[in-house]
């Protein structure tokens, strides 16, 4: 009778372990849910209204660089540009869209580029690319966040 007990005892405090569960605590959670989320991506690019309208992800980004990308080749068509640089055909500039839809370009040169007067162009650009329509910015995880990309300009077409 004596080892039934002990027995008992012995299944009721080895037993006690099976519903003891450490549960994480919320730094280790989310420390978890952080290496988890993909930084480099967003769930939501940017977008107009005009694009809204597409039902696939795909197509709405397409939309958006393509649309985006004719506003600024219409904007920068005057001749400017073209008179001040003759040989500049294409001209790449970095878009950064803000959670708040603020956006602003920066042109993007080799590093080992003199040929060209880097501040007149970026005061050509700031004083261009003005008055866009709203963009929507893109969307992490349900929030609003800042997005960079470079896009290559055409200037001119021949």
């Known amino acids: ?20 569960k450490q549960v994480p605590s919320e730094k280790e959670l989310l420390k978890k849910e952080l ?8 769930d939501e690019y940017p977008s107009f209204v005009d694009c809204d309208k597409l039902e696939n992800k795909r197509q709405r980004q397409q939309c958006f660089f393509e ?47 003199v040929a060209y007067d880097t501040i007149k162009i970026d005061s050509i650009l700031n004083a261009r690319l003005v008055n866009f329509p709203k963009v929507n910015p893109a969307i992490k995880r349900g929030i609003p966040v800042k997005t960079q990309f470079i896009l290559p300009v055409i200037l001119k077409v021949e």
Do not use: R
């Open 35 to 42: 290496k988890a989320i993909n930084w480099k991506e967003v």
């Open 67 to 113: 649309y985006l990308t004719e506003l600024i080749q219409d904007k920068l068509n005057s001749d400017t540009l073209s008179v001040l640089y003759p040989e500049l055909d294409t001209i790449e500039v970095k878009v950064t869209i803000y959670s708040n839809s603020k956006m602003e370009f920066e042109p993007q040169f080799p590093k080992d580029s």
């Open 1 to 20: 009778m004596k080892h039934y007990y002990f027995f008992l005892v012995f299944l009721l405090f080895n037993s006690c372990q099976y519903f003891e």
